[in-house]
């Protein structure tokens, strides 16, 4: 089956530590791959909806794996290419009793040397909906000028676009590009810290005024998510979660609010379902939360609002309650 959405990017092998404590301490760790767009790959995958993920690996053990896992999680890599010179990018997890910290090894990998030449691959050419992110935009001058020619107009693909802000990337890059790429798309996500950090203002008629480009700009906050459409506004408050790890719950919402959409479901129904992802992810250790299964979804998408509100999501199930 042909791809539906092909997610570019780096994607990197991860260390995850066997217990929690300083690097130097931890006696061992634990494979596995992590990367803002593979995570939406994944996602979608888990959800039903055909994915890819389309980068650079290193000829390398990494590399390998990276393929492997991301194959093993439902994900086309038929796009995805291995560079002979540059290593697999790198980070590695350190966790504390303030909460987990990254250590990100890229310089000069393998994923940063993407480039307009990807724009040849057949399953990228092919794909309906493709998804990028602003990390991209902030590997390298080649991997910003792929990102700029998959959001030129005119084209025959819907591009969301994540801004998934990290400042240490911009540190020697010019941040201000990030808004006429983010206008350029069709599909915006992106949190109220970062965009008051990147864009200024975290309103969502601000926001509408400096995006008037895409059809549908979503703002997420830590408990609520907001879809600013052409036709209006539609916010919907996010379950209760017990959380055990935080990181990874933005591309698991990225990955159920686009299949929402591409299943055609209501504004209301994509955020829900962009909150359910996220939830499942927000309640394991790792990046990626196996999702409700289908039942459980379709209950709680067609949910009464005080049947939503009473919903608590926790590692060992789902609980609904009226409130």
Partial sequence: MEPTVVCVGETMAVLLPERPGPLEDVPSFRHSCGGAESNVARGLAALGVPAAWAGRVGADGFGRRVLRELAAG???????????????????KETGPSGSVLHYYRDGSAGSAIGPELLDDPTLAAAPLVHLSGITAALSDSALALTRALLARPRDRVVSFDLNWRPALWRRRDPSVLRPLLDAADIVLLGADEAAAVLGTAEPDALRALLPGPSVLVLKEAHRATAVTRDGTVTEPAPRVDVVEPIGAGDAFAAGYLAGTLRGHTPQRRLRLGHLAAAATLVVPGDHGPPPPPHMVDALLSASPDAWAGTTVRASGIVMEDS
């Fill in 74 to 92: 439902g994900v086309d890599v038929r796009a995805a290419t291995i560079d002979p010179d540059r290593p697999t990018g790198l980070y590695v």
